[in-house]
């Protein structure tokens, strides 16, 4: 069983970028598919970006390609996602997320949840 904290959301202007945090504690991360969803204001929850538990693996959303990196630590039980040329239509709430397949996008293909942090992009 795993138990995610997510950090690192904040307000920033479009065309910034920010880096938000994942931190697990339980057993085996290193055995889990990570994930981070976002969730905006009367929207549903959606895939931003995953990688396989060994690393060897990544899947974007195709409104982030090219301007977000997931990645993660296995030593330290972190993932992390570097979001660059942020846009007011990332704003959401951001989900670290675990327990899917490799190819997983959708959230009941997850068994265990960050509480979510907030990103807001003005404009």
């Known amino acids: 069983q795993l138990q995610l904290v997510e950090t690192g959301g904040a307000l920033v202007q479009a065309g910034g970028s920010l880096t938000l945090r994942c931190v697990a504690s339980?057993?085996?991360?290193?055995?889990?598919?990570m994930a981070w969803f976002r969730q905006a204001a009367g929207k549903e929850r959606e895939f931003v970006a995953l990688?396989?538990?060994?690393?060897?693996?990544?899947g974007y959303a195709e409104s982030v390609r090219g301007r977000f990196t997931i990645s993660r630590d296995n030593a330290k039980n972190t993932m992390a996602l570097q979001m660059n040329k942020l846009q007011p239509e990332d704003t959401a709430v951001y989900y670290c997320?675990?327990?899917?397949?490799?190819?997983?996008?959708?959230?009941?293909?997850?068994?265990?949840w960050g509480q979510g942090t907030q990103v807001t992009v003005s404009s």
């Open positions: 990688i396989s538990g060994r690393g060897g693996n990544l």
């Open positions: 997320a675990a327990g899917g397949l490799a190819k997983a996008r959708t959230p009941g293909e997850f068994d265990y």
């Open positions: 339980g057993r085996a991360f290193n055995t889990y598919s």
